[in-house]
């Protein structure tokens, strides 16, 4: 019983960074795109040695919000992991898995990194008002944008939080 409480209590976000132009667009538009492809075979899909290398379409997302701060974004998206999972598949990967895997031919274990990627496996848009817990904006981004009306649904958005 209080391990199923645990887990039901338990609140995961996942985060997406981004540039502040692009910020503004995806929240007037309420779509975050499909941009990144990944490798079936490093996904954990059933699939047959044919289709192995096969690109599967999504979103990349990270656990680690320190790390979508320092990809030299201006905004990270913070997003309800558990709700993500309801409504799509999340695959784990690790981002360097050919330079980071023991046996891989391209081993190389000073290139660790523990990105904490999570993909959410989808070829169309993702509504991000239904995902969306969080909003971050780098300061010196803020001022320099805070006074441009390409930038209001970002700067007036209610989750905002200047960091």
């Known amino acids: 019983m209080l391990l199923i409480d645990l887990f039901e209590a338990r609140v995961a976000h996942l985060y997406h960074g981004t540039n502040a132009l692009s910020a503004a667009r995806i929240l007037?538009?309420?779509?975050?795109?499909p941009r990144s492809n990944h490798v079936k075979g490093n996904l954990n899909i059933q699939s047959s040695s044919n289709d192995?290398?096969?690109?599967?379409?999504?979103?990349?997302?990270?656990?680690?919000?320190?790390?979508?701060?320092?990809?030299?974004?201006?905004?990270?998206?913070?997003?309800?992991?558990?709700?993500?999972?309801?409504?799509?598949?999340?695959?784990?990967?690790?981002?360097?898995s050919d330079l980071t895997r023991p046996g891989?031919?391209?081993?190389?274990?000073?290139?660790?990194?523990?990105?904490?990627e999570e993909f959410v496996i989808t070829e169309r848009p993702l509504?991000?008002?239904?995902?969306?817990?969080?909003?971050?904006?780098d300061w010196?981004?803020?001022?320099?944008?805070?006074?441009?009306?390409?930038y209001e649904p970002l700067i007036n958005h209610p989750m905002l939080r200047i960091i």
Do not use: C
């Open 127 to 137: 509504q991000l008002s239904r995902y969306l817990t969080g909003l971050m904006m």
């Open 52 to 96: 192995y290398a096969q690109l599967v379409s999504g979103i990349s997302l990270t656990r680690d919000r320190d790390f979508a701060l320092s990809w030299g974004t201006e905004v990270v998206f913070e997003l309800d992991q558990n709700r993500l999972r309801h409504n799509y598949r999340l695959a784990p990967i690790d981002f360097m």
């Open 28 to 33: 007037r538009d309420d779509r975050l795109e």
């Open 140 to 150: 010196a981004s803020y001022n320099d944008v805070k006074d441009d009306p390409e």
């Open 104 to 116: 891989s031919k391209k081993y190389q274990p000073e290139r660790r990194r523990e990105e904490r």
